[in-house]
């Protein structure tokens, strides 16, 4: 398990955790050692993101970065937007989205780090996006005070809502069936089915960070050194406390056997696990701390739990630098040329006389060689003379 965290230095970090050997009547304790430091923007990052294999970083300098966490190496960099990357989601191993203040999304295939689809998402800057647990729909939230439901089967707008503010988080529930949207310090709790605010809650500063823990349990964490845990459904705080001696910057959650995990990032340098209890009032306990002595932009959890498919394990495809000129035709360029060269190959086989499944003769022609065909045709003819004859 790696703890990897970005900053405004222009530096990501990597940390290993692992559980120490438990002492009797000793609280538990996990034990950080320092596995990486990179430094591969020119400018702050901005947003990070976490697959089973890779970790992707987007930066103020417009471009994302690539990480291969199996090999510790750098994979590439991907050159699209034309802005601040904000916001960068994958969903399973296979795609990543991406979103800056360009006003574009783009998805991208994961495994040969090709641009599928660029599409103009937002009049303004995209600010966040949360995909649905499905994979099917995906929320984005933007500066044009928009919130916008994606197709992502078909690659379209689905519904755009007009909140009439500028929101900077929206998250789904684990379910899927309900999402925040955070303005401020207020946050919106949505139902799907209704596509209404069913409740609010307000925090005591600016929002920086949301979690779902269930879908009635949200943590919170803003411009301020405490957490809150909120109940979605009464809307009252279950229970806060004073997580860093800074902001806190981003926060990430996750359940492993006998745990549920949460990780928080602060301005104070420091990345702090927190083992959460089963009553969600209680607060949770401290598991390891770790000062990177940097100012934290972002954070994510690498899991090495050897979940990686065979694709996934194939060598690395070098990463498509994509022009920033191109849009949302690139799709559908591929698609074209791909029924080109389809229709080309079985024109072809028609020519030779083959089936497009294979090069077994058609019924009726033989794959014969021209002396062949000319020695045939000659026979005929002599046979044709002497019936006159």
């Not at 300098?61 to 690539?66: A, G, M, Q």
């Amino acid at each position: 398990m790696e703890l990897v965290a970005g900053s405004y230095e222009q530096v990501l970090f990597g940390f290993t955790v692992q559980p120490e050997p438990e002492a009797s009547g000793e609280p538990e304790k996990w034990a950080s050692v320092a596995d990486f430091t990179h430094h591969a923007h020119t400018a702050s990052l901005s947003a990070l993101a976490v697959s089973s294999r890779f970790v992707v970083t987007g930066s103020k300098d417009e471009t994302i970065h690539i990480y291969d966490m199996k090999k510790k190496i750098e994979h590439g960099a991907l050159v699209h937007h034309n802005g601040t990357i904000t916001c960068l989601k994958f969903y399973g191993s296979r795609h990543l989205i991406s979103g800056a203040e360009d006003g574009l999304l783009c998805v991208w295939d994961a495994k040969k780090w090709e641009c599928l689809k660029s599409i103009k998402a937002h009049k303004g800057h995209v600010t966040f996006l949360s995909i649905h647990p499905s994979g099917k729909l995906a929320l984005s939230v933007g500066t044009d005070k928009t919130l916008r439901t994606w197709n992502l089967v078909e690659g379209r707008s689905a519904f755009i809502k007009n909140i009439k503010q500028n929101a900077h988080i929206v998250e789904w529930s684990p379910s899927g069936e309900k999402y925040v949207v955070v303005i401020m310090n207020r946050i919106d709790i949505y139902r799907l089915d209704t596509a209404t605010v069913s409740g609010t809650i307000t925090n005591g500063k600016r929002v920086s960070a949301v979690t779902f823990f269930t879908d009635s349990v949200l943590a919170v964490a803003g411009d301020e050194e405490v957490v809150r845990f909120f109940d979605c459904d009464s809307l009252i705080c279950l229970c806060e406390f004073k997580a860093h001696e800074n902001r806190v910057k981003d926060m990430f959650s996750f359940e492993i056997p006998e745990h549920h995990i949460l990780v928080t990032a602060s301005s104070d340098g420091f990345i702090k696990m927190w083992k959460l209890k089963q009553d969600k009032s209680v607060p949770p306990s401290l598991l390891c701390d770790v000062n990177t002595n940097a100012r934290l932009t972002c954070l994510g959890v690498w899991l090495d739990n050897g979940t990686d498919t065979k694709e996934s394990l194939s060598p690395p495809a070098k990463p498509s630098l994509v022009k920033k000129e191109q849009q949302s035709n690139l799709g559908q360029k591929k698609s074209v040329a791909a029924l080109q060269e389809n229709e080309t190959s079985k024109r072809i086989s028609k020519e030779r006389g083959l089936t497009t499944g294979g090069n077994q003769p058609r019924k009726g022609n033989s794959l014969v060689s021209a002396k062949k065909r000319k020695m045939v045709e000659m026979l005929e003819k002599k046979k044709r003379k002497k019936k006159k004859i």
